[in-house]
């Protein structure tokens, strides 16, 4: 189940686009998860900007 806060600025985006791609994270990703869920008091701009550019090292096994 995923559930977008309705009153998020990305809401209309999702909604119009009528797709959506869910990255699951592991326990040693929930500081990534916080910021970019915006529970870091930064604006979505501000968040985006601060990894623009920057690798993500992840561990997959897909």
């Known amino acids: 189940m995923v559930c ?3 009153n998020s600025a990305m809401n209309p985006v999702f909604q119009g ?3 959506l791609c869910v990255n699951v994270l592991n326990h040693e990703q ?3 998860a916080r910021h970019f869920a ?3 008091g930064m604006a ?3 968040r985006l900007a601060s ?3 920057k690798k993500v090292r ?3 096994r897909c």
């Open 4 to 6: 977008i806060n309705a």
């Open 38 to 40: 915006g529970m870091t």
């Open 30 to 32: 929930e500081l990534m």
């Open 17 to 19: 686009n009528g797709k």
């Open 51 to 53: 990894h623009a550019g």
């Open 44 to 46: 979505m701009e501000e």
């Open 58 to 60: 992840w561990r997959s």
